[in-house]
C-alpha cells in the first residue's frame, strides 16, 4: 500500500470516528437522563477536546497529502467563454467628410447690348433653348432706316467713285478730287457694316445650351444696355465644389479618388479631384477643392448638396483590430491577447480609427489571437474556452 492510498485510509477512519462520536452522544443526551449541569459541562469539555484533536490530526494528513499530490481538493478553475479574431495585416485608410454644392461656370444672366424697346420675347421659365437660339427681339426701326438712308448714300457714292477712278487712270482730273471720292465710298461702307452689326444685337441669342431659369423682363419694356433679359443655366461645364479645414493642407493632390453622395437624391458615385485652391480663406480658414461631376441628367442641378468622402491616410500593410475590444486603463489603451488558452493583457499604441476599425502602431506585430466578444468579462490570466 502507497503512501497516498495509507493517508487517504486514514482521513476516512478519522472521519468515521467523528461520525460515530456525535452520534453516541446524541444517543447519550437522548436516552440517559442527565445526572446535572456540572456532569453535562464534564462531558461537553470532554467531547470539545476530543473533536479538536481529530481536528488537527485532518490538517496535518491534508497537508501531506498535498506535498505528495499537488492536485489533492485544488478547485477547478471556470474558463470564461469568448471568441477570438487574428490581428491579420491589411490595407487601411481613413477618410474625412465634407460638405459640398453642385456649382456651373456656364450659368449666365442674358442680357442686351443696345438700347431699345422690347419687341420679342420668346422663351419663358423652364424652356429649354440651343446656343444661337434667338429668344428676344429688341425695336430695330431706327436702325433699320438709317440702314436704308446710308445704302442710298453708299450708292450715289459708288457712282462718284468709280467715275472718279476712271477719269483718274485716264490722268483727267486731280488726284484730290480721286481720294476725296474714294474716302466717301469707303466711310459709308464702314458705316454701313456698324448699322448692321447693331441690328443684328437687337436679336438676342442664346450663347449656350441649357435651360431658361429666370426671365425678369416682359415684352413691351424698355431695355437699356446690360439690363438682364432672362437667367440661363447650363449643364456645359459642372462640377462640385467644397471648402476643407486647412489642418488638411498637403493630405490631397489632384487625382485622388473621391466617394461623393447626393442625400437628396439617395445617390452615391465615385470621382475623384480635378483642383485644390491655393488660398486659405481669412475667415474660415479652408481651402477649395474641386471634384468631377459625371454627366448625369439628375445630377445637373445648380447648389445642389453633396457630401465627399476624402482619403487623408492609407496604409497599405497595417495590423488592423476592431474599435470595440480596445480597453484604457491608467497605463494606456489594451487588449487580451489568447497564449495557450488564457487571457494575457497587453498594452498597444493606437493609430488613426475609422469604420469602427483602429490601426495598432506598436504592441502587436501581426498574426496574434485576440479576445474578441466577451473581453470585458476577462483579466489578466483568466482561462478562456474559445467559441468561435
Not at 325 to 342: A, R, S
Request: charged letters at 25%; a negative charge; aromatic letters at 6%.
Amino acid at each position: 500500500m502507497t503512501n497516498k492510498t495509507f493517508n487517504y485510509t486514514r482521513i476516512m477512519k478519522t472521519q468515521s470516528i467523528i461520525a460515530l462520536f456525535i452520534t453516541a452522544l446524541l444517543v447519550v443526551a437522548c436516552g440517559q437522563q442527565p445526572e446535572g449541569v456540572e456532569a453535562k459541562k464534564a462531558e461537553l469539555t470532554e467531547a470539545k477536546a476530543q473533536m479538536a484533536e481529530l481536528k488537527a490530526q485532518i490538517a496535518t494528513l491534508e497537508k501531506e497529502i498535498r506535498i505528495e499530490d499537488p492536485d489533492f481538493m485544488k478547485t477547478t478553475e471556470t474558463a470564461v467563454m469568448v471568441t477570438s479574431i487574428a490581428a491579420d495585416k491589411s490595407e487601411f485608410h481613413h477618410q474625412i467628410q465634407v460638405r459640398g454644392a453642385v456649382m456651373s461656370r456656364t450659368n449666365i444672366n442674358i442680357s442686351s447690348e443696345v438700347m431699345g424697346q422690347l419687341k420679342e420675347l420668346n422663351v419663358k421659365e423652364g424652356q429649354q433653348v440651343r446656343k444661337g437660339q434667338i429668344i428676344a427681339v429688341i425695336d430695330s426701326e431706327s436702325i433699320e432706316k438709317s440702314i436704308d438712308e446710308v445704302n442710298t448714300k453708299l450708292e450715289f457714292a459708288t457712282t462718284v467713285y468709280e467715275k472718279r477712278d476712271r477719269l483718274w487712270k485716264k490722268n483727267i482730273g486731280t488726284e484730290i478730287d480721286y481720294l476725296t471720292a474714294k474716302n466717301d465710298k469707303e466711310s459709308l461702307e464702314n458705316q454701313l457694316e456698324t448699322l448692321n452689326t447693331q441690328l443684328a444685337k437687337t436679336k438676342i441669342k442664346s450663347p449656350l445650351t441649357g435651360t431658361i431659369e429666370n426671365v425678369p423682363v416682359k415684352s413691351g419694356e424698355i431695355i437699356q444696355p446690360g439690363n438682364p433679359i432672362a437667367f440661363l443655366v447650363s449643364n456645359a461645364d459642372m462640377y462640385i465644389t467644397a471648402e476643407v479645414s486647412e489642418t488638411f493642407i498637403g493630405d490631397f493632390k489632384k487625382g485622388d479618388a473621391v466617394s461623393v453622395t447626393i442625400p437628396s437624391l439617395d445617390e452615391s458615385f465615385d470621382s475623384s479631384i480635378s483642383s485644390i485652391g491655393k488660398v486659405i480663406n481669412e475667415g474660415s480658414r479652408t481651402f477649395t477643392i474641386e471634384v468631377k461631376l459625371p454627366r448625369v441628367e439628375a445630377f445637373m442641378k445648380t447648389n445642389l448638396v453633396a457630401t465627399l468622402n476624402l482619403t487623408d491616410y492609407k496604409a497599405n500593410d497595417a495590423i488592423v483590430i476592431p474599435s470595440r475590444i480596445i480597453q484604457e486603463d491608467i497605463n494606456g489603451n489594451f487588449i487580451y491577447l489568447i497564449d495557450n488558452n488564457k487571457a494575457k493583457k497587453v498594452h498597444v499604441e493606437l493609430g488613426l480609427s475609422y469604420d469602427n476599425k483602429t490601426q495598432v502602431i506598436a504592441g502587436l506585430s501581426g498574426g496574434e489571437s485576440i479576445v474578441d466578444k466577451g473581453n470585458r468579462a476577462v483579466g489578466d490570466g483568466t482561462a478562456l474556452n474559445i467559441q468561435n
